[in-house]
């Protein structure tokens, strides 16, 4: 089973970007899709997007404006960039392996934008 | 944009009872692309089943999926406590992915 570590500040200022990064052991970033997804408190799941391990990428469009994935195979990292953060953007942020049928999923980490 | 929509919202039940949730798709979803997670507070949602009946690895067999097309079904047979949780199905056939908006089975 894939294990993946989310790491990243914890605050971010509004109109800043926010940047997380995740980390993958017990397995290979080839041939995977490697998603984002996130949880405002007390709300429901939203798909943010994935990079293919071929760095094709696919955004949601409620917020592909915003975002940039990348991933670096040497260190087995993916990352995430959202510009621009509001208030609204506070959530938990999962990275995951996914699509795939067998997902596997980060503990997930809380970003709160607040001045 | 496919969206789910899960009902109840909310269902209230006690241990031992059977639990039937529903999702139903504003388009066609093969199972192969269907997914149920279960979320406990301050938890990542975790796989339950895919391919809208095969158990993941740990699902208890009193976990049941069924459906096809638009309607798709999660049953839990003999409710135990530790199943009291939010559920999500999930669609992965077109982009963007999207989640329903999750049932909260509650005792």
């Known amino acids: 089973q894939v294990r993946l570590q989310e790491s990243g500040p914890g605050l971010v200022k509004p109109s800043e970007t926010l940047s997380l990064t995740c980390s993958i052991s017990n397995g290979s970033i080839n041939n995977n899709y490697w998603s984002w997804i996130r949880q405002p408190p007390g709300r429901g799941l939203e798909w943010i997007g994935y990079i293919f391990y071929s760095g094709n990428t696919s955004y949601n469009p409620s917020l592909k404006s915003r975002v940039a994935m990348s991933l670096d195979t040497s260190k087995k990292q993916f990352s995430l960039k959202l510009k621009s953060v509001t208030t609204a953007d506070t959530a938990v942020y999962y990275c995951?392996?996914?699509?795939?049928?067998?997902?596997?999923w980060g503990q997930g980490t809380l970003v709160t934008v607040s001045s | 944009e496919i969206v789910l929509t899960q009902s109840p919202g909310t269902l209230s039940l006690s241990p031992g009872e059977r639990a039937t949730l529903s999702c139903r798709a504003s388009?066609?979803?093969?199972?192969?692309?269907l997914a149920w997670y279960q979320q406990k507070p301050g938890q990542a949602p975790r796989l339950l089943m895919s391919h809208a009946s095969t158990r993941a690895t740990g699902t208890p067999d009193r976990f049941s999926g069924s459906g096809s097309g638009t309607d798709f079904t999660l049953t839990i047979n003999a409710l135990g406590p530790e199943d009291f949780a939010l559920y999500y199905c999930l669609q992965y056939v077109n982009l963007p992915y999207t989640f329903g908006q999750g049932t909260k089975l509650e005792i």
């Open positions: 995951a392996r996914f699509p795939a049928a067998n997902a596997d």
């Open positions: 388009q066609t979803v093969p199972t192969k692309f």
